[in-house]
Protein backbone atom coordinates (compact mmCIF):
# COMPACT_ATOMS: atom_id res chain seq x y z
CA UNK A 1 0.00 0.00 0.00
CA UNK A 2 1.12 3.46 -0.44
CA UNK A 3 2.17 5.22 2.23
CA UNK A 4 1.30 9.19 2.95
CA UNK A 5 3.32 11.31 5.49
CA UNK A 6 2.25 14.41 6.12
CA UNK A 7 4.00 16.92 8.21
CA UNK A 8 3.96 18.74 10.80
CA UNK A 9 1.21 17.00 12.74
CA UNK A 10 -0.19 20.02 14.45
CA UNK A 11 0.43 23.65 13.41
CA UNK A 12 0.08 26.84 14.87
CA UNK A 13 -1.31 29.87 12.93
CA UNK A 14 -2.54 33.62 13.71
CA UNK A 15 -5.66 35.08 11.68
CA UNK A 16 -4.65 36.54 8.75
CA UNK A 17 -1.44 34.27 8.37
CA UNK A 18 -0.27 31.89 5.82
CA UNK A 19 0.51 28.04 6.64
CA UNK A 20 1.81 24.81 4.61
CA UNK A 21 1.52 21.37 5.06
CA UNK A 22 3.54 18.56 3.22
CA UNK A 23 2.02 15.11 1.80
CA UNK A 24 4.31 12.74 0.76
CA UNK A 25 3.86 9.29 -1.07
CA UNK A 26 6.23 6.28 -0.27
CA UNK A 27 5.26 5.81 -4.25
CA UNK A 28 5.10 8.14 -6.93
CA UNK A 29 1.16 9.37 -7.45
CA UNK A 30 1.46 9.35 -11.67
CA UNK A 31 -1.13 7.42 -12.59
CA UNK A 32 -0.75 5.02 -16.08
CA UNK A 33 -3.13 7.54 -17.54
CA UNK A 34 -0.79 10.77 -16.86
CA UNK A 35 -3.14 12.16 -13.78
CA UNK A 36 -2.19 12.40 -10.19
CA UNK A 37 -5.00 11.47 -7.75
CA UNK A 38 -3.75 13.57 -5.19
CA UNK A 39 -6.22 15.31 -3.11
CA UNK A 40 -6.69 17.86 -0.23
CA UNK A 41 -9.73 17.14 2.94
CA UNK A 42 -10.35 18.95 5.40
CA UNK A 43 -11.74 17.97 8.59
CA UNK A 44 -13.69 20.58 10.83
CA UNK A 45 -14.80 19.39 14.38
CA UNK A 46 -17.72 17.09 14.56
CA UNK A 47 -17.76 17.11 10.59
CA UNK A 48 -17.36 14.57 8.00
CA UNK A 49 -14.13 15.59 5.74
CA UNK A 50 -14.98 18.05 2.60
CA UNK A 51 -12.97 18.13 -0.32
CA UNK A 52 -10.87 20.99 -0.93
CA UNK A 53 -7.98 20.04 -3.38
CA UNK A 54 -7.94 17.30 -6.52
CA UNK A 55 -5.19 16.05 -9.00
CA UNK A 56 -2.93 18.06 -6.80
CA UNK A 57 -3.85 22.06 -7.84
CA UNK A 58 -7.31 21.46 -8.80
CA UNK A 59 -9.74 23.60 -6.29
CA UNK A 60 -12.93 21.57 -5.75
CA UNK A 61 -16.43 23.58 -6.20
CA UNK A 62 -16.73 26.68 -4.23
CA UNK A 63 -13.62 26.27 -2.41
CA UNK A 64 -11.82 29.62 -1.61
CA UNK A 65 -8.62 30.58 -3.66
CA UNK A 66 -6.39 30.85 -0.48
CA UNK A 67 -6.62 27.09 -0.89
CA UNK A 68 -3.97 26.02 -3.22
CA UNK A 69 -2.59 22.82 -3.79
CA UNK A 70 1.26 21.85 -5.42
CA UNK A 71 3.29 19.62 -6.33
CA UNK A 72 4.55 16.17 -8.26
CA UNK A 73 5.71 12.57 -8.14
CA UNK A 74 5.49 11.75 -4.38
CA UNK A 75 6.06 15.76 -2.96
CA UNK A 76 2.79 17.76 -2.39
CA UNK A 77 2.55 20.98 -0.43
CA UNK A 78 -1.29 22.51 0.80
CA UNK A 79 -1.31 26.31 0.91
CA UNK A 80 -3.46 28.37 3.03
CA UNK A 81 -3.46 32.23 3.14
CA UNK A 82 -4.81 34.61 4.95
CA UNK A 83 -6.21 32.06 7.60
CA UNK A 84 -9.65 32.55 8.52
CA UNK A 85 -11.65 31.11 11.90
CA UNK A 86 -13.89 28.34 9.41
CA UNK A 87 -10.33 27.06 8.31
CA UNK A 88 -9.46 25.59 11.73
CA UNK A 89 -9.52 21.39 11.69
CA UNK A 90 -7.69 18.62 10.84
CA UNK A 91 -6.11 18.73 7.26
CA UNK A 92 -5.61 15.30 5.36
CA UNK A 93 -3.78 14.28 1.76
CA UNK A 94 -4.94 11.63 0.07
CA UNK A 95 -4.34 9.03 -2.55
CA UNK A 96 -6.60 7.64 -5.35
CA UNK A 97 -3.84 6.59 -7.99
CA UNK A 98 -3.17 2.93 -6.34
CA UNK A 99 -5.24 0.56 -5.04
CA UNK A 100 -6.56 0.60 -1.91
CA UNK A 101 -6.89 4.22 -1.44
CA UNK A 102 -4.65 5.89 1.34
CA UNK A 103 -4.40 8.99 3.54
CA UNK A 104 -1.72 10.58 5.63
CA UNK A 105 -2.08 10.91 9.30
CA UNK A 106 -3.24 14.24 9.39
CA UNK A 107 -2.15 18.04 10.01
CA UNK A 108 -4.00 19.80 12.81
CA UNK A 109 -4.51 23.58 12.20
CA UNK A 110 -4.97 25.56 15.73
CA UNK A 111 -4.95 29.65 16.55
CA UNK A 112 -2.17 30.93 18.00
CA UNK B 1 -27.24 18.85 -4.34
CA UNK B 2 -25.57 15.45 -3.93
CA UNK B 3 -26.66 13.96 -0.33
CA UNK B 4 -25.36 10.46 1.20
CA UNK B 5 -26.92 9.67 5.04
CA UNK B 6 -25.76 6.44 6.41
CA UNK B 7 -27.94 4.80 9.11
CA UNK B 8 -27.92 1.48 10.55
CA UNK B 9 -25.00 2.22 13.51
CA UNK B 10 -25.20 1.28 17.15
CA UNK B 11 -23.20 -0.08 20.36
CA UNK B 12 -23.39 -3.96 20.03
CA UNK B 13 -21.06 -6.72 21.17
CA UNK B 14 -18.24 -8.17 20.08
CA UNK B 15 -18.88 -11.32 17.50
CA UNK B 16 -21.86 -9.72 16.51
CA UNK B 17 -22.92 -8.35 13.11
CA UNK B 18 -24.81 -5.28 11.72
CA UNK B 19 -25.71 -3.88 8.85
CA UNK B 20 -25.23 -0.16 7.70
CA UNK B 21 -27.09 1.47 5.08
CA UNK B 22 -26.54 4.80 2.89
CA UNK B 23 -28.93 6.68 0.89
CA UNK B 24 -27.79 8.86 -1.89
CA UNK B 25 -29.70 11.33 -3.75
CA UNK B 26 -28.34 14.72 -5.87
CA UNK B 27 -26.61 12.64 -9.06
CA UNK B 28 -26.99 9.27 -10.85
CA UNK B 29 -26.08 6.66 -7.88
CA UNK B 30 -26.40 4.08 -10.54
CA UNK B 31 -23.20 5.47 -12.33
CA UNK B 32 -20.74 5.75 -9.69
CA UNK B 33 -18.32 3.20 -7.61
CA UNK B 34 -18.93 3.82 -4.35
CA UNK B 35 -16.75 3.90 -0.91
CA UNK B 36 -17.10 3.31 2.51
CA UNK B 37 -14.13 5.15 5.20
CA UNK B 38 -14.14 4.59 8.65
CA UNK B 39 -12.37 6.38 11.49
CA UNK B 40 -11.81 5.38 14.82
CA UNK B 41 -12.04 7.72 17.53
CA UNK B 42 -9.49 10.28 17.65
CA UNK B 43 -7.75 8.63 14.59
CA UNK B 44 -6.91 8.93 10.74
CA UNK B 45 -8.87 7.88 8.25
CA UNK B 46 -9.05 4.43 6.36
CA UNK B 47 -10.42 3.13 3.30
CA UNK B 48 -12.19 -0.29 3.62
CA UNK B 49 -14.27 -1.06 0.75
CA UNK B 50 -15.26 0.07 -2.60
CA UNK B 51 -17.94 -1.80 -4.97
CA UNK B 52 -18.09 -0.96 -8.60
CA UNK B 53 -21.38 0.82 -10.11
CA UNK B 54 -22.44 -2.04 -11.13
CA UNK B 55 -21.71 -4.36 -8.51
CA UNK B 56 -19.55 -5.99 -10.80
CA UNK B 57 -16.08 -5.56 -8.69
CA UNK B 58 -15.69 -4.88 -4.97
CA UNK B 59 -12.56 -4.78 -2.86
CA UNK B 60 -11.89 -4.74 0.46
CA UNK B 61 -9.31 -3.71 3.23
CA UNK B 62 -7.10 -6.68 5.01
CA UNK B 63 -8.68 -5.56 8.02
CA UNK B 64 -12.25 -6.52 7.06
CA UNK B 65 -11.84 -8.98 4.35
CA UNK B 66 -13.54 -11.92 4.87
CA UNK B 67 -15.96 -10.20 7.97
CA UNK B 68 -17.49 -6.98 5.59
CA UNK B 69 -19.89 -7.16 2.40
CA UNK B 70 -20.72 -3.98 0.92
CA UNK B 71 -23.68 -4.08 -1.78
CA UNK B 72 -25.68 -1.85 -3.18
CA UNK B 73 -29.02 -1.61 -4.32
CA UNK B 74 -29.03 0.70 -7.88
CA UNK B 75 -32.96 0.78 -7.45
CA UNK B 76 -33.01 2.13 -4.06
CA UNK B 77 -30.32 4.67 -4.63
CA UNK B 78 -28.73 2.33 -1.62
CA UNK B 79 -25.22 1.62 -0.53
CA UNK B 80 -24.70 -0.87 2.18
CA UNK B 81 -21.73 -2.45 4.68
CA UNK B 82 -23.00 -5.63 6.26
CA UNK B 83 -20.40 -6.09 9.43
CA UNK B 84 -19.88 -9.86 11.02
CA UNK B 85 -17.58 -10.89 13.93
CA UNK B 86 -17.45 -7.99 14.89
CA UNK B 87 -14.26 -6.86 17.13
CA UNK B 88 -13.58 -3.93 19.69
CA UNK B 89 -11.47 -2.31 16.71
CA UNK B 90 -14.03 -1.76 14.49
CA UNK B 91 -15.11 0.93 16.58
CA UNK B 92 -15.25 3.88 14.43
CA UNK B 93 -17.47 6.61 12.55
CA UNK B 94 -18.28 4.83 9.08
CA UNK B 95 -19.02 7.27 5.80
CA UNK B 96 -20.30 6.19 2.90
CA UNK B 97 -18.06 8.55 -0.32
CA UNK B 98 -18.17 9.19 -3.81
CA UNK B 99 -14.96 9.42 -5.28
CA UNK B 100 -14.33 10.25 -8.40
CA UNK B 101 -10.66 11.56 -10.08
CA UNK B 102 -12.50 15.02 -9.77
CA UNK B 103 -14.81 15.78 -6.71
CA UNK B 104 -15.10 13.84 -3.52
CA UNK B 105 -18.26 13.88 -1.57
CA UNK B 106 -18.79 12.10 2.45
CA UNK B 107 -21.80 11.63 4.46
CA UNK B 108 -22.35 12.83 7.57
CA UNK B 109 -21.16 8.93 9.06
CA UNK B 110 -22.60 6.71 11.57
CA UNK B 111 -21.17 5.62 14.56
CA UNK B 112 -20.67 1.67 15.23
CA UNK B 113 -19.85 0.89 19.06
CA UNK B 114 -17.99 -2.37 19.44
CA UNK B 115 -18.21 -3.18 23.34
CA UNK B 116 -18.95 -5.54 26.10
Known amino acids: DVVMTQTPVSLSVSLGGQVSISCRSS???????????LSWYLQKPGQSPQLLIY???NRFSGISDRFSGSGSGTDFTLKISRVEPDDLGVYYCGQGTQYPPTFGGGTKLELK | EVQLVESGGGLVKPGSSLKLSCVASGFTFSSYGMHWIRQAPKKGLEWIALIYYDSSNKYYADSVKGRFTISRDNSKNTLYLEMNSLRSEDTAMYYC?????????WGQGVMVTVSS
Open chain 1, 55 to 57: KVS
Open chain 2, 97 to 105: AKLTGSSGY
Open chain 1, 27 to 37: QSLVHNNGNTY
